[in-house]
Every structure is written in C-alpha cells, then in structure tokens.
C-alpha cells in the first residue's frame, strides 16, 4: 500500500457496527472469558484496542513489524537508552535535541552509561569511534537545529559491523518523508507530537522495529510493560485521526518550506539559511538518497542577536513557541527555548548560538508567512 493509502486506512479493521473509526475504548482492564482465556486484552497498560490500532499504523508507516505508542517523544528515548546496561558506550549527535541531552547526561549517565557526543555525518571519525563496547549509535536526520544530514546506509553498516544498534530519530522528517528501518536502522523512534500529531494537541511519542518477534522487540515490549509509558485510549484516537492526513500536511509545509527558505536567503537580515531542500545545502545530495522530502523545518541565522530577539515580539500569525510539526507556523529559538541546557562545548562545536533562528513552517497561506515574516525582521532590524 502506498503511503497515502495507509494514511487514511492504517490497519483498521471493521467491527460489526462498520464504523469507520476505532473507537476508544476507555476500559482499564479486560473481562476474561474464562480462567486461562483472553480476549487478547487483559490490562491497559499492556494493551489497548484504541491505542493497537495506532501501532499497527505507525509499523506499516516506519516500514516496521511493531511500533508501540507512548506518551511522549522523550519517553520513546528513554526507551531506548533503558536498552543499555553499564558500562555501554553510546555514540550521540553533536546537534541533536536538546531534551535527549539531558536525559543523557543527567539520568542515564548515573547509571554508569557513557555517552559520546561526535559529527555523525563524518562517517570515518562514526567507524573510529565505535568500540567494543557501543551499544547504540543515536542519530537525527536532519538534525536539530542545525540540518545535518547523516548517511543513514553507512552508519547502519558500521553499527552492525559492532554489534551496535542503530537508533535514529526521524521526528524532523515523519515516516511520510524517510523510512529509516528501511535504510538499516533498527530503531525509529519520533515525537509523535509533532509531524504525526500535527494539530499542536497531543504529547506523543512513537518508536517501531524491523520484525515483531525479533529479541529486539521481546525486550522493548518488557519495558514498555514494565515501565508504562504507554499512550492514552483517548490520545490514541486523536492520533490516529491525525494520521490520515499526514501525508497532505506535510507535502504542503515542505513545498511552503522551500519558497520560505528562497525567500529567506533575499533579505538583508538574514545571513544563513539551514534547509535540506535547498539544491547547494551540503548534503542535498545525501538527503534526497534516502528521503522522500524535505519537511518543513527552517533554521536561519540573523545579523545580529538584538535582531534575533526583537523578531519574535513582532510577530503576528507566527507563533513565537517551542516545538514544531504542526499546522500553525512556530519560530523557536533555539538556544533559550529547546537547546537552553546543552552544554555550551557542545553548542560551539555545531554553530548553534544566539543569532539563530528556527522556524516550523505550518499551513497557513506562504504569502501571509512570508509577510508576516517580513514585517517582523525590518522592525527588529530598525530596533537593533
Ligand atoms: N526528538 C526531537 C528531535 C524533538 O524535537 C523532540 C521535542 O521537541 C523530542 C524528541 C521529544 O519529544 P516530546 O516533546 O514529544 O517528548
């Protein structure tokens, strides 16, 4: 089935009622027909038909043969860094959310779990990094916010030529643009809050492997079991409602992306425009060998940091908040808002700073944005 196609449809199977729908069922727990029988649900947390349906859809999404829903994009990296014992060595991005570099460095990294910060797109420095005992190499592509594109087929080389499991999370992109399980990887994971979502309403996270039964599965299904970071009935819906229209979200904020990015590249304010579907982004190339778009994220840097600042108050249908992926445009900036806790070696290294900007383009009218846009630089670059 073609991505549209399974959009709409995901695995939905018709009930005696033929509704067109899941419902949600809101039901804790599960009556047993009879000792040792099981509706194949038993408890909530385990399994829910709402939130089943929704699984189902995101593996075939990913390309995937399980996914589980959870409650959050962070939870579904939590998930993965519990793949760890002590005295593993994990290979992260140096550009990568900020969220994912807390959770790292203050919680993961008391239990004896090493993490290691490097440019993934140098796949040489990837192959001399990788020791004997790196459970998992961790990538986001493009990353965040600085739109580093990482050759997903090599590092998923490299990682299994370790033992190493590939992780990468494609929240940027959605699987309507990149399959990552079907480059290699062994682990997708997004913020279902954002593209999957879409509408600015739910906290979501999802995280899909290769083949259900793999040992890979057996034990993510025990933490997701034994931990509960599982996604509500009623987010289960809204997310699957969401999911139809995914595919026409995110063609239309990708094709608004590139003409806000031309456009961007024009004015006086700006002076760099960080877009994987500009033709002489540095891996343009590399993006478009293993995506099918190129998403509507924009990072842009302007002349100075007053300028940075001042935009955000002057803007009108633009909202100045944190996250991205949904129908309204959002500008971030990075450095005070999803990036505040990096470490600042580690801001150094990327270009990130205090100039930058990153913008989630929604799908609102490209002119409006591009006027909205335009009001606000000239009237912060008259103030700065
Ligand atoms: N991964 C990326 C790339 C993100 O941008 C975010 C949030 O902004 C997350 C993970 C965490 O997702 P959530 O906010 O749904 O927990």
């Not at 727990?29 to 929704?54: E, K, M």
């Amino acid at each position: 089935m073609k991505d549209f196609s399974a959009e709409v449809h995901g695995c939905h199977r018709y009930d005696a009622t033929g509704a067109i729908n899941t419902p949600i069922y809101l039901s804790a727990t599960f009556r047993h027909p009879a000792f040792r029988q099981s509706t194949g649900y038993d408890y909530g947390r385990v399994a829910n038909p709402t939130r089943s349906d929704l699984e189902r859809a995101i593996a075939l999404l990913e390309g995937g043969g399980r996914a589980w829903a959870l409650s959050s994009g962070m939870a579904a990296v939590n998930l993965v860094f519990a793949l760890c014992r002590a005295g593993d060595h994990v290979l992260l991005p140096e550009d990568l959310y900020g969220g994912t570099v807390r959770l790292a460095n203050e919680i993961y990294s008391r239990y004896g779990i090493d993490f290691e910060y490097i440019d993934m797109r140098d796949t040489a420095l990837v192959r001399a990094k990788m020791r004997a005992e790196t459970r998992l190499v961790f990538i986001e592509t493009p990353s965040n916010p600085m739109m580093f594109v990482t050759d997903i087929r090599t590092l998923a080389e490299i990682a299994h030529a370790h033992d190493a499991l590939l992780v990468a999370d494609n929240t940027f992109l959605s699987p309507h643009f990149q399959k990552p399980l079907t480059l290699g990887a062994d682990i997708v994971l997004e913020s279902g809050t954002k593209y999957l979502c879409g509408h600015n309403d739910v906290i979501c996270g999802t995280i899909a492997v290769r083949e259900a039964d793999s040992a890979l599965a057996q034990e993510i299904e025990l933490l997701v079991k034994s931990e509960g970071p599982n996604l509500s009935p009623m987010d289960a819906w809204l997310m699957l409602r969401s999911l139809k229209t995914l595919g026409v979200r995110v063609e239309r904020q990708a094709a608004s992306a590139l003409v806000l990015a031309q456009w961007l590249r024009t004015r006086p304010e700006v002076t760099e425009v960080y877009y994987v579907g500009l033709p002489d982004h540095p891996q343009h190339a590399l993006h478009q060998s293993q995506s099918a778009g190129c998403g509507g994220m924009i990072s842009f840097k302007v002349r100075t940091p007053a300028i940075a600042q001042n935009v955000l108050a002057h803007l009108h249908l633009i909202a100045f908040a944190e996250s991205l992926g949904g129908v309204e445009s959002l500008l971030t900036y990075p450095i005070v808002q999803t990036h505040a806790e990096m470490p600042h070696e580690l801001i150094a290294r990327t270009g990130l700073d205090d100039h930058l900007l990153r913008l989630s383009v929604g799908l609102e009218d490209v002119e409006d944005l591009r006027e909205d846009l335009a009001q606000a630089l000239e009237k912060a670059a008259q103030e700065g």
